[in-house]
């Protein structure tokens, strides 16, 4: 199948406990994550979870999965909050990243994608959750966009950036804004150094200004957008073989 579709990613079970009751929401959210895939045409020649803050989709994210799709890749972006009521805007850290995180690499492998082709991309603290997955799982490739939590952690649920950061099991891409005062340059400097104590290759990029978000509308003349796609759809090519 090729195109934009809906669909629901099993979580992993395990422990042996009984099944929530048939159709409950209990059961949705304790089983299986909803997701949103977009597939290329003809084979895949890897898969990208595009991990997201938002409980909505814009236009221009859902252009940059189309993007990739275009690329040769199979996007799959799950609804982290799929556990919560629509009110909570808390992130979404810890086990219950890791779990959804592992129902898309499940899911992608059971479409015909093979593990080290697959990466995991974020935004805000989506890019925060993107980092820490790849020190946590064997992913292919990471990127991280203005990803906040470098010397403070976001959450209790969540570390530092600099603490884990020489953990990384995949190569990591970062990029950040420099008038992003979620992420002030002489922070981002020193996860610059913690990255390059870790065993795989890593990267960061920082841009003037904040023009440098690919899940954001473009304008014209937007070299600092422009140059920062590249640069991750670049690391996917390079790492994801």
Not at 79 to 88: D, G, K, M, V
Not at 165 to 174: C, K, M, T, V, Y
Request: proline share 7%.
């Amino acid at each position: 199948m090729s195109g934009t579709y809906n669909d629901l990613a099993p979580l992993r079970r395990d422990d042996p406990s009984p099944e929530p009751e048939t159709g409950s929401k209990h059961q949705a959210a304790d089983t299986q994550v909803p997701i949103i895939v977009v597939e290329p045409e003809g084979n895949a020649r890897g898969g990208i979870v595009m991990l997201h803050e938002s409980r909505e989709f814009t236009g221009a994210l859902l252009a940059l999965m189309n993007s990739l799709a275009s690329e040769g890749w199979t996007v799959v972006a799950p609804n982290l909050f799929h556990r919560s009521s629509r009110e909570s805007v808390a992130e979404v850290f810890g086990d219950e990243l890791f779990d959804d995180f592992d129902a898309c690499f499940d899911w992608l492998t059971r479409h015909g994608v093979f593990p080290d082709t697959i990466g995991v991309l974020g935004f805000d603290s989506a890019g925060t959750a993107a980092f820490l997955v790849a020190t946590n799982r064997p992913v292919g490739a990471a990127v991280s966009v203005a990803a906040p939590g470098i010397v403070e952690p976001l959450t209790e649920h969540a570390d530092a950036l600099v603490r884990v950061a020489p953990h990384l099991q995949a190569p990591w891409l970062g990029l950040f804004g420099t008038d992003d005062p979620a992420t002030p340059p002489a922070e981002v400097e020193r996860l610059r150094d913690a990255t390059g104590r870790a065993a795989v290759a890593s990267l960061v990029v920082s841009y003037p200004g904040l023009r440098h978000r690919a899940d954001h509308p473009a304008t014209e003349d937007d070299n600092g957008l422009v140059d920062s796609q590249t640069r991750i759809f670049d690391w996917f090519d390079s790492n994801l073989r």
